[in-house]
């Protein structure tokens, strides 16, 4: 399980929205709140995220190191 802090990235540019999911997470905690994959949040948001590795799906999310 790895804690991240990151920021939505622009998933499309028509609905303005942010893809929540991750290339390596099919189970999110957003602020203590589970989260499926393919939740959509505003983009520009910062996120602190936390995540195990069992996921197919890969989408985007910008992680701050």
């Known amino acids: 399980m790895s804690r991240h802090k990151g920021i939505v990235k622009l998933f499309d540019e028509r609905f303005g929205c942010g893809l929540i999911t991750s290339a390596v997470g099919d189970d999110i ?3 203590k ?6 939740h959509k949040l505003s983009t520009g948001r910062i996120v602190t995220f936390l995540f195990e590795a069992k996921s197919r799906y890969a989408y985007k999310i910008v992680v701050e190191q």
Do not use: R, T, Y
């Not at 709140?33 to 393919?38: E, F, P, R, V, W």
């Open 33 to 38: 709140k589970s989260i499926s994959a393919g």
């Open 29 to 31: 905690l957003l602020n």
